[in-house]
């Protein structure tokens, strides 16, 4: 099987809020065209999809799917992206492989926070965009309202390409507003008859509002639209298509993707009008030039927009052919690392089913196994060419996970890195402050599907445990004590005695000073009295956590001629500083995180309520612009303790429109009774035999 030609494939990522039909849309798409015999998802029928068990599990897509449909002479891979929250990476991921996103919007509960977020992405990504409104067969539909909030949110470039006939039980398929025809399913079957009277009037309105919009594609068509004269038919058809790849103008479809109404006439839409990627000509690159788009190139340029580790097939790389043609045994380089990789095979991807094909030209998409290539990876004959990354969104949740068993540490980090490479989106990293791993993810559904994978695929169990946080002990003023060791056995005894003095070093960090004089310490000594005292700043003093900007002088002291030695004074040591730090008024510092929080105008206030009662301080507001008009953005610091699980909570503060920013900015220190529970805690600990 032969991959199409560049102008014979064209590229539609299906997203939008969760629940509204994007998947049971490509199941219709693979069913009209006959890729499948029954429509999957539906009474009780397996998706083809939604193959994996953990989506099945949790009733939405985990991870983009794509469904090569074959549709007059041209193959239209559909990729079904996630669109729930913490999965919605994976949907920023299949945008940059596509020409057109299509939002699939419910007629009864309209257009929610996640489909407005992805809109603005795909406006960053210059997408073209289109509307699918689903489910106008159901009894709370209404067609109308949910166009009117689309437009009210989306702008006033969307017009109707097909409208319903009806809606709940009373809707009979849709009238095709460029074609003035209705068309229907009679026993899975096409129909097209002429419009009934009743709808005659709703579609000419349509058919004026689309020609309006369409005009504004051509300067001499306008001017002459302007005047009076009548668009023809083929001028129509051909402002269409150039009004959707230049993005003047969003087509609105209706439909219902369960009966399969309003599909066929979308299909036939997309294939007619909708761009392909030669409509683009120029793919920008990183270092700022411009990669031409030909199938005849004879040095093949290819994307990797996503990583898959399947269960069956192995680690599979998803690839955009930007330029050229990629056959099986050819050899690119990745432009990241440098290295050379061998493309054994090409397959086309329908859900978890794969076919291998011979060829692959600019503009399709492919499954290749067993590459190296990582998300965002550029691969091509010279290793130079590399694209433009395009930006996924923050992974701010960040949760500690351990084994449940002892020895299994190795293979969970393992997993949890192999995990990593294949999603941007999560990072895993060793805390060497408090020594837990650390994995940051968008949300907690994502960790829980990476916990049951981990099962699943590497036999380890884990768990989630809160992150430590990473206090910090400091002294606020000049102390000096004695630190006295001896010890007396059958043979020869240890005796070390030095004193020292300690003092605030704000943002010097450690400093040792040797002050004595007279031969009082023997030199070779001193060493091992600034190593007992750096083991002891290590461990801490106040509540068991490691000391910072301390300047310590060791000034006098004695020794045994033959008592004395490096254990003796570092045993001295540790005895000393301890005692000086209780005198040096020691407390408690905290991580501080400076947070740049953006959410639409309405929750600003609930934001900066929190900011408060979280023991924070708002440092500045502003307002958006542009696309991002309607929104604030709130510049806070917040103690890090209060704001570890703020990705969950700004989610319940917002509804999940917000976002945020996070870095952490210094140390200060914590308050009074806060810093006495620490303390109380660590003795307990301390009395108990614990560290």
């Not at 060497?432 to 907690?444: F, H, K, L, Y």
């Not at 002891?536 to 001629?561: C, N, Q, W």
């Amino acid at each position: 099987m032969a991959a199409k030609g560049t102008e014979k494939v064209k590229n539609v990522v299906l997203v939008g809020q969760g629940g509204v039909g994007k998947t049971m849309l490509a199941e219709a798409m693979l069913h009209l065209t006959g890729r499948t015999t029954r429509l999957g998802g539906h009474a009780g029928t397996k998706p083809t999809l939604d193959y994996d068990g953990e989506e099945g599990e949790r009733g939405f897509s985990i991870s983009t799917a794509i469904a090569p449909v074959e549709w007059e002479g041209t193959r239209i891979n559909v990729l079904d992206a996630p669109c729930y929250p913490d999965f919605v990476g994976d949907a920023y991921a299949a945008m940059s492989a596509c020409e057109t996103a299509l939002f699939v919007v419910d007629a009864a509960s309209g257009p929610g926070t996640i489909t407005t977020r992805l809109w603005y992405a795909a406006e960053d990504l210059s997408l073209s965009r289109a509307l699918f409104i689903n489910r106008v067969d159901r009894a709370d539909a209404d067609y109308d309202l949910a166009f009117a909030t689309l437009q009210e949110r989306f702008g006033t470039k969307l017009g109707a390409v097909t409208i319903p006939m009806g809606s709940g039980d009373a809707f009979s398929g849709v009238i095709d507003v460029v074609h003035m025809k209705a068309r229907r399913l009679e026993g899975g079957k096409p129909v097209v008859t002429d419009i009934p009277d009743e709808f005659r009037a709703a579609a000419d309105d349509a058919r004026a509002q689309l020609t309006d919009l369409v005009a504004e594609a051509d300067d001499e068509i306008m001017m002459k639209y302007l005047e009076g004269e009548e668009i023809t038919q083929d001028e129509l058809e051909g402002l269409l298509a150039k009004a959707i790849a230049e993005r003047i103008f969003v087509p609105v479809f209706a439909g219902s993707c369960v009966r399969e109404e309003g599909v066929i006439s979308f299909m036939d839409a997309v294939v007619a009008w909708f761009p392909a990627m030669a409509d683009f000509g120029r793919i920008p690159l990183v270092n700022g030039e411009q990669l031409d788009i030909s199938p005849d190139d004879d040095r093949p340029v290819a994307f990797a927009f996503k990583s898959l580790n399947d269960p069956q097939n192995g680690r599979l790389s998803f690839l955009k052919v930007l330029a050229g043609t990629l056959t099986p045994g050819l050899e690119l380089t990745n432009a990241r690392t440098r290295k050379s990789e061998r493309l054994g095979h090409l397959y086309l991807m329908c859900g978890k089913e794969t076919t291998d094909v011979q060829s692959a030209a600019a503009g399709d998409i492919v499954v290749v196994p067993k590459l190296e290539a990582q998300t965002g990876d550029t691969l091509s004959v010279t290793g130079k060419v590399e694209a433009a990354a395009f930006r996924f969104p923050n992974s701010l949740y960040r949760i500690a996970i351990e084994p449940d068993a002892r020895g299994t540490e190795g293979k969970l980090y393992v997993f949890l890195e192999k995990s990593a490479d294949a999603d941007p989106t999560l990072k895993v990293e060793r805390d060497e402050d408090t020594g837990q791993t650390v994995v940051s993810a968008i949300g907690e559904a994502q960790v829980s599907v990476l916990l049951d994978r981990l099962e699943a695929r590497a036999g380890v169990t884990a768990h989630t445990v809160a992150l430590k946080i990473p206090y910090r002990e400091t002294i606020r003023r000049v102390a000096s004590a004695q630190g006295r060791h001896k010890k007396q056995t059958g043979g020869a005894g240890q005796y070390g005695d030095c004193w020292l003095r300690v003092e605030p070093n704000p943002g010097a960090g450690y400093e040792f000073v040797d002050e004595v004089v007279g031969g009082h310490i023997p030199r070779g000594f001193i060493p091992a009295i600034d190593k007992g005292v750096q083991e002891t700043m290590r461990d801490g003093v106040l509540a068991g956590f490691p000391m910072i900007d301390v300047k310590v002088a060791v000034y006098e002291g004695s020794y045994h001629p033959v008592d004395s030695n490096e254990m003796a004074f570092k045993t001295a040591a540790r005895i000393g500083f301890q005692k000086a730090v209780d005198q040096a008024e020691p407390v408690l510092l905290e991580p501080m995180a400076h947070l740049k929080i953006t959410v639409p105008d309405s929750y600003a206030g609930s934001v900066m309520g929190d900011v408060s009662a979280s023991r924070g301080r708002v440092e500045g507001m502003s307002a958006g612009s542009g696309v991002t008009a309607g929104q604030t953005t709130v510049e806070a610091t917040i103690p890090y303790a209060e704001v570890t699980d703020y990705a969950t909570r700004l989610r319940s503060l917002s509804r999940g429109t917000g976002e945020f920013e996070l870095e952490l900015s210094g140390y200060e220190q914590v308050p009074h009774d806060i810093q006495q529970k620490l303390a109380a805690d660590y003795a307990a600990r301390r009395a108990a035999g614990e560290k």
